[in-house]
C-alpha cells in the first residue's frame, strides 16, 4: 500500500509549516516511502513527527531533520556527496536524489545491507556503500561536494575537512549531549563556520561495541 497521503500531510505539517521551502526537497520527501525504511511494527508510525529506532540501537532521523539537512546542502543533481552514517539509508535515498553520486559509510555491517536492500528495491543506483568507520572518510574516491554526518562527533574529524572539495561543504552535528548542527564552508583555503539549530543524533562512535 502507498502511503502517500501521509506523505502529504508529513511533507505540509512538519517540513512547510516549519519553514522548508526547497521545491525539490519537497518533492523528494513526498516521493520517498519512509515505511520501506522501518521494522514491519514501527510501519504505522512510519510518518510520526520523531525518529524511530531501527535496530542496534540506532535510529531513523526525523523527518524534518532529513529535510532540513537537505535543503542546507543547496544540490543542484551534480555533486558527489559523502554521507557518514547510512543506517537504514533514508537519508542516503532523499540525498540520492538530489545529488548526482552519494558515497555512504556505515561502522555497522548489517545497517548497511539493510541500507543496500532498501536503496536497491526502489531502484536507486547511484549510491555507493562502504562498511568501516566515518572517522576517516572515504580518501580513496575524495574530494566530495559535500559531506554530511548523521551521528555526532565532539569534534569534527580533520580527516573529513582534507576531504572537502575547494568551494564545498560539511555539515555535521557536533557535541555530546547537548549538539549543534553546524555547517563548514569552504572557500579555497578559508573556511566559514556557522552554528544551524540544536539537535539529537546517536553519537559517531569509533567502536560499535562502544555504544
Ligand atoms: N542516516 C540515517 C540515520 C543514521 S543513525 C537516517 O537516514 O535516518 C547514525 C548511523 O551512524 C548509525 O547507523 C550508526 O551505526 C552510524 N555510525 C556511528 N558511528 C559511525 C562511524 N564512526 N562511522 C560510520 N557510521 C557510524
Redesign the pocket.
Known amino acids: 500500500m502507498d502511503r502517500l497521503d501521509e506523505r502529504r500531510a508529513m511533507v505540509e505539517n512538519q517540513l512547510v509549516a516549519r519553514g522548508i521551502k526547497d521545491g525539490e526537497v519537497l518533492e523528494v520527501m513526498l516521493k520517498i516511502p519512509r515505511e520501506n525504511f522501518v521494522p514491519p511494527e514501527l510501519q504505522p508510525m512510519a510518518y510520526r513527527d520523531r525518529p524511530l529506532a531501527i535496530g542496534?540501537g540506532?535510529?531513523?532521523?526525523q523527518p524534518y531533520i532529513?529535510a532540513y539537512m537537505a535543503e542546507a546542502l543547496h544540490l543542484s543533481g551534480q555533486e558527489r556527496v559523502l554521507?557518514?552514517?547510512?543506517?537504514?539509508?533514508?537519508?542516503?535515498a532523499v540525498l540520492a536524489k538530489l545529488a548526482g553520486e552519494v558515497y555512504t559509510?556505515?561502522?555497522?555491517a548489517s545497517?548497511s545491507n539493510l541500507a543496500r536492500d532498501n536503496l536497491a528495491s526502489l531502484g536507486i543506483d547511484n549510491v555507493h556503500f562502504k562498511v568501516?568507520?566515518?572517522?576517516l572518510g572515504w580518501p580513496e574516491m575524495a574530494p566530495f561536494d559535500r559531506i554530511v554526518l548523521?551521528?555526532a562527533p565532539s569534534k569534527i574529524p580533520k580527516a573529513l575537512f582534507e576531504q572537502v572539495t575547494p568551494e564545498g561543504c560539511l555539515l555535521a552535528p557536533v557535541g555530546d549531549w547537548s549538539q549543534t548542527l553546524q555547517i563548514h564552508r569552504r572557500q579555497g583555503s578559508e573556511w566559514f563556520a556557522r552554528d544551524l539549530l540544536q539537535v539529537q543524533?546517536?553519537?559517531?562512535?569509533?567502536d560499535?561495541e562502544e555504544v
Open positions: 542496534e540506532q535510529t531513523i532521523s532529513v554521507e557518514i552514517g547510512t543506517g537504514c539509508g533514508y537519508n542516503t559509510v556505515e561502522i555497522r545497517l568501516g568507520d566515518g572517522y548523521t551521528a543524533f546517536v553519537p559517531l562512535v569509533r560499535p
